[in-house]
């Protein structure tokens, strides 16, 4: 999973642990981590006494980050989504719990925005090169006008008491993109938060060549809301790569 230029941040204040017995306790100092994750970088920051803790804490989230790259990258052969896009069109395909889950909140988002957001865009994503392949070049219109039909994600079939998925057209492709990246912020913030620490979240995607979705959307409440308020955490959808 991949992005042009992307940074997905978690920043999260730890409990400073007071020292046993006659010790002092130890000065709090910033602890900070980095590693290429999902094709962004992904940052941790702790404000603590406890590196060890800090460090160990770091480690479950990346270790997370890595597992769910694996399930939804469109790079990485053997991945759940290369399984299903290969598929497409021929029959549906057991895929993980958490690549349902996210799958069917990037359809539900594609349905508020009637197909802005699309999760099947995979198969225009090589006409628009927004990744370590980009070129800058436009695609001819007719080429793209040929390959709309196979993003409808209304051809992107769910079974969530099954556990599978199938797209309906052969060269049908979902891509999860920026929507992938929101969930493994989430899976992490549940994780540090299941070890007992104070967080603070900063989760961002700086990308070149997209805009912000100005498409009203109703919210589980059935509240109008804009693509910056879908999900529930807040996070900025874009279209175009699937963000």
């Not at 598929?87 to 958490?98: I, T």
């Not at 594609?110 to 225009?124: M, N, Q, R």
């Not at 800058?136 to 039909?149: G, K």
């Not at 309906?168 to 492709?173: F, H, I, Q, S, T």
Request: some cysteine.
């Amino acid at each position: 999973m991949r992005a042009g230029i992307a940074a997905t941040i978690v920043t999260f204040a730890m409990s400073i642990l007071t020292g046993c017995g006659g010790r002092s306790r130890p000065a709090p100092h910033l602890v900070e981590r980095a590693r290429p994750a999902m094709g962004s970088e992904l940052r941790l920051t702790a404000w603590t006494a406890d590196e060890v803790s800090a460090l160990a804490a770091f480690d479950v989230v990346f270790a997370e980050f890595e597992r769910l790259d694996a399930l939804m990258s469109v790079w990485r052969p053997g991945s759940d989504v290369l399984r299903l896009n290969a598929a497409a069109g021929d029959r549906p395909v057991a895929l993980q719990p958490d690549v349902i889950e996210v799958l069917t909140i990037a359809r539900q988002v594609s349905e508020w925005t009637d197909g802005t957001f699309a999760v099947t865009f995979g198969a225009l994503s090589d006409l628009w090169r927004f990744d370590h392949d980009q070129d800058n070049t436009i695609p001819d219109p007719a080429i793209v006008r040929q390959r709309l039909p196979l993003a409808d994600y209304r051809g992107l079939e769910i079974d969530a008491r099954a556990g599978t998925a199938f797209l309906r057209r052969k060269g049908m492709r979902v891509h999860l993109g920026g929507i992938g990246k929101g969930y493994a912020v989430d899976r992490a913030v549940a994780l540090l938060r299941s070890r007992g620490k104070r967080l603070r979240r900063r989760q961002g995607a700086q990308v070149q060549g997209r805009r912000r979705v100005r498409h009203p959307l109703r919210g589980p409440q059935g509240r109008p809301r804009h693509a910056r308020d879908a999900g529930d955490h807040g996070r900025t959808l874009r279209p175009g790569h699937g963000r």
